[in-house]
Nanobody
């Protein structure tokens, strides 16, 4: 069974940085593409970025140039480096496989104060 455990969130001031981690189990991590999503307060979960099994990354416009996705196959972990955080980046961050597993993790809360 797929299990995704996100961590690394917290409260930061605008302009600050965080590094999120997502430990995955129950999947073929070396072959699956992975993605990060964000759910802002009162809004639906939205896609942010993805990384292929070979390490090729794609970013949506709101995070391009500020966020960096990476993966460590030996650790079955995908990371999201968040730089120059802004209040609009506040939300719960989730990772998942692509295509999505129905077993979403609990997410990790990121709060950015102005």
């Amino acid at each position: 069974q797929v299990r995704l455990v996100e961590s690394g969130g917290g409260l930061v001031q605008a302009g600050g940085s965080l590094r999120l981690s997502c430990a995955a189990s129950g999947i073929d991590f070396s072959r699956d593409d992975m993605a990060w999503y964000r759910q802002a307060p009162g809004k639906q979960r939205t896609f942010l970025t993805r990384i292929s099994s070979s390490g090729f990354a794609l970013y949506t416009a709101p995070v391009k140039g500020r966020f960096t996705i990476s993966r460590d196959i030996a650790k079955n972990t995908v990371y999201l480096q968040l730089n120059n955080l802004q209040p609009e980046d506040t939300g719960v961050y989730y990772c998942n496989t692509l295509p999505n597993s129905p077993n979403w993790g609990q997410g990790t809360q990121v709060t950015v104060s102005s």
